[in-house]
């Protein structure tokens, strides 16, 4: 309805910025190119929000309630595989989260609703957001304290993210618990060097670490409820001097991930008592450091009604997925969320004719989205704007 007019734009706009991705912080041809694109439809732009953030306000006829649509700009420090025509030109960066086509259809998006903006009773705001994979500050944060959401006030906001689980032509969309907390684990185990035959001589930092490492695998079996979800992940382990040598220093890293702020807020206590726990008993000690990310992303009942009501309007019922569960992943629109009534919707991309199991996933250095799910996209954040602003107003 939407998307198809603007649809080789976008495309275009998509390829620009896919083939310049850029890393976290450092959005700045992004963010030029966005801002003008806004500024060429006439809307009112501000630069440099929250680091390169960009906000294009559009102003509808008359006045009313603010609606607000977020896109994340941002890329991964990956070497691209796809193959593309349009692949990175940029050593070690790639858009393999799908933030690219996140960017390119909020802009059509913007297009859309610029051409009936005499028909729009309040205002649009477009939020493109940097940063959103600096895990664990984000880049909505930075956006919220300098007033992102007043000057007007945003009164509901809307998202997508593309979804290769689901394929080209379908949207799902969720109520309540969306997507997982991210917090972040940094432990250090301390030891006692000694020569590898006499491992009696010292204190073993690495089988101090595999313990550790089981034991908190047993955290998410024994300490959390079978009805909540959590995941304990050490993604990362550096130690050991030669072989020969027992180390004295091993330090880990890893991920927790939560839906339940309950089951969030006990997990430093329960991953530092495991930790210190398990090093002691084999004469070591470990220092733990807790770091709390993203929050838990909620999506707003009613705006979650209103986004399935607006692709059933367009596309028909056969369009919308109501998702039965949420995802582990996490999203730094959680912040925003947690301000304001917010949906994030899931858009299919992946083609009918590929198999879910063997599509690359997001972060794969193969990521590539159909880009015949760009309509879908647009049409999405287009109505779900319209319904949005038609529904404040009665």
């Excluded at 989260?97 to 477009?126: P, W, Y």
């Excluded at 969720?174 to 000694?194: P, Q």
């Excluded at 670490?209 to 908190?216: E, P």
Aim: charged share 20%; aromatic share 6%.
């Amino acid at each position: 309805m939407y998307g198809e007019k603007f649809l080789s734009r976008v495309i275009e706009w998509r390829r620009d910025i896919h083939s310049h991705p850029e890393l976290s912080q450092n959005e700045q041809r992004t963010s030029e190119l966005v801002a003008g694109v806004l500024e060429g439809l006439g809307l009112e732009v501000t630069r440099n929000v929250g680091g390169f953030g960009v906000v294009g306000l559009l102003h509808g006829k008359s006045d009313g309630k603010t609606v607000a649509l977020r896109a994340d700009m941002d890329a991964l420090p990956l070497n691209e595989e796809t193959g593309l025509s349009y692949a990175s030109q940029t050593q070690g960066v790639m858009h393999a989260c799908g933030h690219d086509t996140h960017v390119a259809m909020m802009l059509g998006a913007a297009c859309a609703l610029s051409e009936v903006r005499e028909k729009i009773q309040g205002n649009v705001k477009f939020i493109f957001q940097p940063a959103e994979e600096l895990n664990p500050t984000g880049g909505a944060p930075g956006m919220i304290r300098e007033g992102v959401l007043e000057n007007p006030h945003v009164d509901g906001i809307f998202a997508l993210h593309v979804w290769p689980v689901f394929e080209t032509g379908k949207i799902a969309i969720r109520s309540g618990e969306c997507m997982a907390a991210s917090d972040r684990i940094f432990l250090t185990v301390h030891g006692k060097t000694a020569h590898g035959s006499r491992p009696d001589q010292g204190h073993d930092a690495i089988v101090a670490s595999a313990h550790i490492i089981t034991g908190l695998q047993a955290i998410v079996s024994r300490s959390v409820s079978p009805l909540d979800s959590a995941v304990v992940t050490i993604g990362t382990i550096h130690g050991g001097y030669r072989y020969n040598v027992i180390p004295d220093t091993v330090k880990l890293e890893g991920t927790v991930r939560t839906l339940n702020p309950e089951i969030q807020s006990s997990m430093p206590d329960l991953i530092t008592r495991t930790a210190k726990g398990m090093a002691e008993s084999l004469g070591c000690s470990c220092d733990v450091e807790y770091v709390k990310g993203y929050p838990p992303l909620v999506n707003d009942s009613t705006l979650a009604g209103i986004a399935v009501d607006a692709v059933r309007k367009i596309h028909g019922e056969d369009a919308v997925i109501i998702a039965d569960e949420p995802d582990l992943a996490a999203e730094d629109f959680a912040f925003f969320a947690r301000e304001r009534p917010a949906v994030m919707a899931w858009l299919g991309c992946r083609p009918s004719d590929v198999d879910v199991k063997t599509a690359p996933k997001l972060h794969n250095t193969r990521f590539c989205p159909d880009e015949g799910c760009f309509v879908y996209g647009i049409d999405y954040l287009v109505q779900s704007s319209l319904n949005f602003l038609l529904r404040s107003s009665r």
